[in-house]
Structure formats: C-alpha cells, structure tokens
C-alpha cells in the first residue's frame, strides 16, 4: 500500500509548497471485531481468551503491516478485541486487572508473571515492542474496591471501559476509562473525569477519550481548553446515524473545529452501522466509511505537528523551528467575483432579516428524535430563514440542477434520546423521500448540485460545521467565521450532490 504524502494536505490548503515541516506517520485499524454470538452467557476464562486471542492475532498483522510502512503509533477501535452487548456478569472472563501506570512502571511483554489475569495485556505489549510503535487498545478492566468506599459496587469490583496506551518498547504508560458510557451495563463509570495526556518522542502529548465523549465537554473540550492538547487518539465503535451524526461527519467537524489531528478508528460491522474511521488534520483528512465491504481497513498518513491553531493562524512544527501559516492560508479561498456575489446577497439577507416578513412556510420534523423547525427550499435559489427558540438559521443557495427535496432546519434545545445534551443547530438536508414529513429522515445519495452560505446566530461558540455529500462523502467548507454574532460556513463549487451541511453547535453550559 501507497503511503499517502505530505502533499495531501498541501494540496488541500492551497499552501505554499513548503518543505521540511516536521511530520510523524500515524496508523488507524478499522477492525471488524470477531464477535461472541452469545455475548450474555458468561464464557469459562479460556474461551475467552481463545476469543480474544482471534482478535488480537488481527491486530498482531496489521501492526506488522503498519511497521513496515514506518508508523510510529497505531489506534484500535473501542470494544475491539471481544465485541458489543455483554452484561455486567458475561463480560467478567474478558477483564484484566491493569495497574496504574502512574503508580508502577511496567512492561507486560518483558515481566509477564508479575501480574496474574494478564494474557491480553502480555500480548498487546508484545505486539507494541515488536513493531516498535505506541498502541492504543481498548479492553475491558477490573478493580476490586473495599466496602469501605461508598462508590464500591456490590459484588466488590469496578468495571470499566479502558483504552491502554503501550509506548514502543510495550510499557504501559497510560490508562483511560470512558468516563461517557453509552447503554454499557457491563461497565462503571470513573468516579471523577479522568484526563489523560501521554508523551511521544516523535510528537509530544497526545490526549485520549473513547466514542461517545466526543460529544461531551468532559473530558474531550476540556483536554483542549484546559490541557493544551493539539492531538486525540479516539477510540471508537460508533453506529452512524444520519444526517448529522455520522462517524467521519462528526469526526473532521470535530478536529477542524479545535485545529487539532484526531487519529480515530471505529469498527467496521456495516450491518450494525459501525463503519468510519480517519486519520484528521485540521485542514485535511484521510478517512475511511465503507458499508460494502467486511473487511477491517488499515489507514497510514503522515500528520504534521501543530504547534499553534486558533482558527485564523496556525503554526507547524519544522526542522528550522516553527512555520507560521499567514491568516486565511488555510482556507480554500473563492475566486473574487463569487465572493461579491456571496456579500452581496449577505447585505440583502440582513435587510430581509429586518423586515422580518416573506418566511417560507415552517413545518416541525423529527431529525434523530429531535424536533426541529423547518422551511423547505422551493427555488433555484435565494435565501432562507428559520427560527428555533433564540436560534434564527439562515441560507442564502444557487441551486444548479433541481431534483431532489430539501429544506433547512433549525433546532434550539436539549437533546434527550439516547443521552441528554443541549443542541443549537442550523442543517440544510435532502429530505429521505418526496414528502415533506421525511426532512430530517437520512438520506445517503443526492445528485443536486448546491452552492451556499449557511448562518445562524449562534449562542454558543463550539459548533461543528458538516458537509456530506452523496454516498457519505467528506467536503469542507471554504470558509467558517463569525461576523457580528453569526457563524458562518459557505461551500461552492461541489462536484458531487449535497446530502447534508450543518452547523451542529453544542451549548456544553446547558446540559
Ligand atoms: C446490541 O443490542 C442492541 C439492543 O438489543 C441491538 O440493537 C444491537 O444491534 C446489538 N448490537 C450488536 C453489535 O449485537
Ligand atoms: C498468581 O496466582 C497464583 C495462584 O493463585 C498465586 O499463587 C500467586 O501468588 C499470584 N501471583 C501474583 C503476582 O499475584
Ligand atoms: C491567532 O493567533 C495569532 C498568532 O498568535 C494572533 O496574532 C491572532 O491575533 C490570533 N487570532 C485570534 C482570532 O485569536
Ligand atoms: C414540535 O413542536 C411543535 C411546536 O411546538 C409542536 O406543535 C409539535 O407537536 C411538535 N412535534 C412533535 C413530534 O413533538
Ligand atoms: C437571533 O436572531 C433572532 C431574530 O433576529 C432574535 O430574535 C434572537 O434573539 C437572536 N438570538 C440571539 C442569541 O441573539
């Protein structure tokens, strides 16, 4: 396999041709989990292990293949290495104990009796040393707890969600428990959010949380906010629900939004949604999402080390020092005449804004369990308003060939299906089908060509901007700004037709 170069992410920012930016080549495993068919029936220790062993011979290869492409870490996917629905009591064969790598330094692959319970272990850290690159696994841990501790579970054990993090000679030197449990009943959740930054020497810190908390202040934001993290290994096993939640959609929206690298491996088990995995710079990205094959997909890239983004500058670390990138470099700029043409029909929205008259028609449509505000798009193009709460989402569109339905939603409030989180959100989306009550239902193919500009203003400044086009296909955005208390996104020139663009912003604050 072809290693992509640096020049796909030169290519992608339109930067000067640069040489010598300092990079690392990082691997991500979109494994397709070897599953247990009966996961509520409680194995013997030895079954699951020749479980987990099929597992993890998978993983022994392909960090083989990744060796000899000169990666220097490799991320596997959440769950990986025994599967999905256990209970508390079936899942208890797959747990290890794993010591606190803060507390005692120690390496599996070279002390393998020191700690009983510890085959899996042993075999991750033997597979890291060989291979000679950093590891993230993620696998299933116990801890016996005293009675005395008021959080003790009552058969006198934590479980937990755990990635491990293997430096390149298979030392553990980090731990994470998934602090955001999604329906895990065989899992408890940290007593308090751990944040946990580990140290490479080919590309200093890196942050860690598992699948679900990426949607969460705690402890994805706060890594960022609070712990200068430029870089996350993610992993995942995340089932794509469309139009704003798919794995790679959520994943690039969230890397570009806080300019960081993102390495992030989900399963491939199509038929349970589970495919999408990508290896992200803030500026371009090398992702995955295959629901045909059934086959696990090993993804190598070189990243580049951010030393500085703050959405307008951004510096990259390189063998003379930093690289500043100048402001705006790193955004795909449209030609001039377009551009006037885009602030010209800003100025008329505005004014249509204060007039406060000629809204379309609004409907009410569920979009993952959500209830939104619609207006549906009805010319070839034009603007577009729609209100929910304090939320006002506008669209000003050119449409170049008409056949599919859209409309462009707005949702303002908490989120409270399958986990409870406060959503401000402006989507434009092709309607499943040709009536209006299937806006917001998912649709995967579209042939409308749709150049635009989508706003709103917005009362929180964490909002994820997502463009899908056809088949589940990664765009970004041309430009994303505030300008007086609205974000913008505009996007021309698609090849390809639009499926959905939103500006998902989480208000973390009213959860
Ligand atoms: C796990 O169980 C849920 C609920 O019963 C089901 O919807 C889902 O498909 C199952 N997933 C797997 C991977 O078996
Ligand atoms: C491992 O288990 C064996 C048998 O139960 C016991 O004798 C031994 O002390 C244990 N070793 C450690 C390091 O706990
Ligand atoms: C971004 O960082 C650059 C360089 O440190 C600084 O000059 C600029 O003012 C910052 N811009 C914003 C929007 O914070
Ligand atoms: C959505 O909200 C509107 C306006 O509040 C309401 O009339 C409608 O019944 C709601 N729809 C659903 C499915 O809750
Ligand atoms: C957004 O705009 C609408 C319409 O002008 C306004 O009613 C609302 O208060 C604004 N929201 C915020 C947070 O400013």
């Not at 755990?162 to 899992?187: C, M, P, R, W």
């Not at 705006?328 to 029909?345: G, T």
């Not at 859209?406 to 303002?412: E, I, R």
Request: overall charge negative; aromatic content about 12%; some cysteine.
């Amino acid at each position: 396999m072809e290693i992509p170069s640096l020049d796909w992410l030169l290519l992608a920012c339109q930067c000067m041709l640069v040489s010598g930016i300092d990079v690392y080549t990082a691997a991500v495993y979109e494994h397709r989990s070897i599953l247990n068919p009966s996961p509520e029936i409680r194995p013997t220790r030895q079954k699951a292990l020749k479980h987990m062993k099929e597992n993890l011979n998978i993983y022994q290869l392909q960090v083989y293949e990744a060796s000899k492409q000169g990666a220097k870490i490799i991320v596997f996917p959440e769950n990986g290495l025994y599967g999905f629905n256990f209970t508390r009591d079936s899942i208890f064969p797959y747990l290890e104990p794993i010591p606190d790598p803060t507390v005692v330094k120690w390496n599996p692959c070279l002390h393998p009796k020191a700690v009983n319970d510890t085959e899996v272990l042993y075999q991750l850290s033997c597979i890291a040393r060989y291979g000679k690159m950093y590891l993230i696994a993620n696998m299933g841990e116990r801890q016996s707890c005293k009675r005395s501790d008021p959080w003790c579970p009552s058969d006198g054990r934590y479980q937990f969600n755990t990635d491990v993090i293997f430096d390149a000679e298979g030392s553990i030197i980090a731990k994470y428990h998934k602090q955001n449990l999604y329906f895990e009943e065989a899992f408890n959740t940290p007593k308090v959010v751990e944040h946990v930054v580990f140290n490479t020497p080919f590309a200093g810190k890196f942050g860690i949380f598992t699948c679900f908390d990426i949607l969460f202040y705690e402890p994805a934001v706060s890594l960022i906010d609070n712990y200068g993290v430029k870089q996350i290994v993610f992993p995942t096993a995340w089932m794509n629900q469309l139009p704003l939640l798919s794995a790679i959609e959520f994943q690039q929206a969230f890397a570009t939004a806080f300019g960081i690298n993102l390495l992030a491996a989900n399963q491939h088990h199509p038929e349970y949604k589970m495919t999408g995995s990508g290896i992200y710079t803030p500026f371009a990205s090398h992702d995955y999402y295959n629901m045909e094959s059934r086959e696990g997909k090993l993804l190598v890239a070189e990243v580049p080390i951010i030393t500085h983004y703050n959405g307008s500058s951004l510096e990259l670390k390189t063998s003379q020092g930093t690289l500043k990138f100048p402001e705006r470099h790193i955004h795909i700029e449209p030609s001039a005449p377009q551009l006037q043409r885009w602030s010209v029909q800003m100025d008329q929205s505005q004014q249509f804004l204060g007039a406060a008259d000629g809204l379309g028609d609004i409907f009410y449509s569920l979009m993952m369990y959500d209830n939104y505000t619609f207006v549906l798009m009805t010319d070839l193009e034009g603007d577009l308003q729609v209100c929910s709460s304090t939320l006002c989402c506008h669209l000003a569109y050119q449409h170049s060939h008409a056949s599919g339905l859209y409309a462009l939603g707005a949702f303002d409030g908490l989120h409270t299906v399958h986990g409870v989180y406060y959503l401000q959100v402006c989507a434009l989306v092709k309607c499943a089908g040709s009536s209006i009550d299937t806006c917001g239902q998912s649709a995967t193919t579209a042939s409308d060509i749709i150049d635009f500009q989508l706003w709103g203003n917005f009362s929180t400044h964490h909002i994820y901007s997502e463009i899908l086009a056809t088949e589940v296909k990664l765009y970004r955005a041309d430009t994303l700004e505030w300008v007086n208390n609205n974000f913008y996104m505009t996007k021309q020139g698609m090849t390809e037709g639009l499926i959905t663009a939103a500006l998902y912003g989480r208000w973390y604050e009213k959860d």
